[in-house]
């Protein structure tokens, strides 16, 4: 009996194979081949313009507390940070969306980012204020280390994101 089934088996995944494969005369030509089936277009100036405004900052807040701190939790944020920021600006772009409506995307991701960061300072605010203390002691300011400054300044962007966001639903309402 397990015989029969497992060469059963064996003949149906073969017609399953068979079925799915495409003989190389039907084919289309190489050139006519593409990745999702669209075709690449570069991207306009202002994208890349925005993701390094967008980027960098988080980038570099994430780096320099990494660096601070010793400590690769402000490492990893600020890569996710940096990589999500792209990624969401990439498919509003993609679908045609205003700037206005680009902007309150991406003040919205940076007021998220600046949240998590500042639950990061919470966790690691001793490490990071000594670090801070000692490798920048010239331009030492405690409030750079609390968690109510990265709360505060995250505050700041959401109300940013909140207005553009108003102003891109105000424009889409007045275009025909």
Same mark, same amino acid.
Request: hydrophobic share 55%; proline share 7%.
């Given at each position: 009996?397990?015989?029969?089934?497992?060469?059963?088996?064996?003949?149906?995944?073969?017609?399953?194979?068979?079925?799915?494969?495409? @003989?190389?005369?039907?084919? @289309?030509?190489?050139?006519?081949?593409? &990745?999702?089936?669209?075709?690449?277009?570069?991207?306009?100036?202002?994208?890349?313009?925005?993701?390094? $405004?967008?980027?960098? @900052? *988080?980038?570099?807040?994430?780096?320099?507390?990494?660096?601070?701190?010793?400590?690769?939790?402000?490492?990893?944020?600020?890569?996710? =940070?940096?990589?999500?920021?792209?990624?969401?600006?990439?498919? $509003?772009?993609?679908?045609?969306?205003?700037?206005? =409506?680009? *902007? =309150?995307?991406?003040?919205?991701? $940076?007021?998220?980012?600046?949240?998590?960061?500042?639950? *990061?300072?919470?966790?690691?605010?001793? &490490?990071?204020? *000594?670090?801070?203390?000692?490798?920048?002691?010239?331009?030492?300011?405690?409030?750079?280390?609390?968690?109510?400054?990265?709360? $505060?300044?995250?505050?700041?962007?959401a109300v940013g994101s909140a207005a553009a966001a108003g102003r891109a639903l105000l424009a889409r309402r007045s275009?025909?």
């Amino acid at each position: 009996m397990s015989a029969g089934s497992s060469s059963g088996g064996a003949a149906v995944a073969e017609e399953a194979r068979a079925a799915t494969e495409t @003989p190389p005369e039907a084919m @289309p030509p190489p050139e006519q081949v593409s &990745i999702g089936d669209v075709p690449w277009e570069p991207a306009p100036r202002g994208w890349y313009l925005a993701v390094v $405004a967008g980027s960098l @900052p *988080l980038l570099l807040l994430g780096m320099v507390a990494s660096a601070l701190a010793d400590r690769l939790a402000f490492a990893g944020w600020a890569i996710v =940070a940096g990589v999500g920021h792209a990624l969401l600006l990439r498919a $509003a772009w993609s679908r045609g969306w205003g700037a206005s =409506a680009r *902007l =309150a995307l991406a003040l919205g991701w $940076a007021a998220l980012a600046l949240f998590v960061f500042a639950a *990061l300072v919470a966790r690691h605010g001793e &490490i990071l204020d *000594l670090g801070y203390r000692a490798l920048l002691w010239p331009v030492y300011a405690p409030a750079l280390t609390r968690p109510g400054t990265s709360v $505060a300044a995250g505050v700041t962007l959401a109300v940013g994101s909140a207005a553009a966001a108003g102003r891109a639903l105000l424009a889409r309402r007045s275009s025909p």
